[in-house]
Every structure is written in structure tokens, then in C-alpha cells.
């Protein structure tokens, strides 16, 4: 064979190699130029999607998941200890029986019961008689007994003398020997429906109660 017959079958075998080249990339509109980077089909956006069975739709949540927020319970009324009541109890009114700190307290008597707060200066008893707050007591009730407890708002409270008993009150005050002997119960009548009993021993005030009459006159609370 010739040199250049030689040539002219390598020249036309480019050709045809270049040729065909042409006419794939003019037909599939793909752009076989080279790129740096990666592959061209990805990169100009011809890459064919995956198929279908890798493709999981989203699963909407259920209402009532674990992210929905809980309801929130309201909250109680806060109110210090006064002759009125405390927290939410108000001498005169109904309990929510079904209350968590009411129901802790144990079987309820619906005749008489009494339930204890821990209120910070010392512990509160609260009388409920026939489902509704009949008195609050600040005593030595309770098997530690009470060295401590809360005052009102205008300071009387345990170990207060009774000279601030008969100041704060005048003539609403009367006194009566107590029941069982031991010094003298100051009686302050301070509404037809409310009124406080202090218990004395050698002038000063031993426990006291805040309620209603009659229940705020019982020696012996529920017993």
C-alpha cells in the first residue's frame, strides 16, 4: 500500500469518527465539549430523574402527634392569707373537690374535712363542711405540732399580745374563758358571716382560726 493511500484512510476515518460525533450531539442536543468539573449531563441539567420507586412521598403527621401542644390548665388565683381565705379558697365558697391538693388529702368526709397547706410561714388547715370553706386554722394542729405559722396582714398572728388583739378590734372583741382551761379565747365578730378566734395563754395569742359562725366557734373542729 501507498504512503498515501495510507493517509487519506486515516484522514477519513477522523472524519467519519468526527462526523458521527456531530450528528449524535446535534440529534440529543447534548454538549459533549469538555468541562472541568464533573459529569456534563448533570451539569448542564439532561441528567435523567431516578426512578420512580426511590421516590417516597412525605407522610403527613397525624393530628394529635406528639409535637401538638397540650392544653394548658388554668392557673389558680393566688391570694395571701387573710381573714378572707387563701389561694383560691375563700371562706363561704365552694371547693373543687376534684382538686389534686384537696384530693391528696384523703378520703373526704363531706360532713367535716380538713385538708393542710404548706403555706411558707408555717402550715394552714383548711375546715370544708358540706363542700365548702368554712375556716382556716393556724394551731398546734398536726402530730409536729406548730412552732410557727402565718400572721394576718396587719401583723396579729401567733405569739402576738393580746393587747394587739384589743387595739386592732375595739369594741368588736369579747373574751370568754377557754374550754378546756387553759387561758382566755378572744372573739372578733367582724361580719354577720365572718369572724376570728384567737386562743390565749399567759397574753399571748397560742393559735387562732378565721371563718365562718358557727363552724369558726367549734372547740374541737371536725371532732
Partial sequence: MGCGRFLSLVSGAALLVAGTTASLAAIDGIDLSPDVGGSPD????????????????ATPRP?????????????????PFTEVGYGPYVIGEAVDLSDPEIAASGPINPDCH?????????????????????????????????????SLP???????????????????????????????DYIVTLTD?????????????????????????????CS
Fill in 63 to 79: 393530628r394529635g402527634s406528639q409535637f401538638e401542644a397540650a392544653p394548658i390548665p388554668p392557673e389558680k388565683p393566688v391570694r
Fill in 114 to 150: 380538713y385538708v393542710r397547706f404548706d403555706h411558707p410561714a408555717g402550715p394552714l388547715y383548711l375546715m370544708i363542711v358540706q363542700g365548702e370553706a368554712a375556716r382556716i386554722d393556724v394551731s398546734s394542729m398536726g402530730p409536729e405540732g406548730v412552732t410557727t405559722g402565718p
Fill in 193 to 221: 358571716t365572718r369572724g376570728i378566734v384567737f386562743e390565749t395563754d399567759e397574753g399571748k395569742v397560742t393559735a387562732y382560726r378565721v371563718g365562718r359562725p358557727p363552724e369558726v366557734h367549734w372547740v374541737e373542729g
Fill in 42 to 57: 448533570i451539569e448542564k441539567g439532561t441528567a435523567l430523574p431516578p426512578p420512580a420507586d426511590l421516590l417516597t412521598p
Fill in 154 to 184: 396587719n401583723g396579729v398572728g401567733l405569739g402576738s399580745p393580746v393587747g394587739d388583739i384589743e387595739v386592732t378590734w375595739g369594741d368588736q372583741v369579747e373574751t370568754e374563758p377557754n374550754k378546756y382551761g387553759v387561758g382566755t
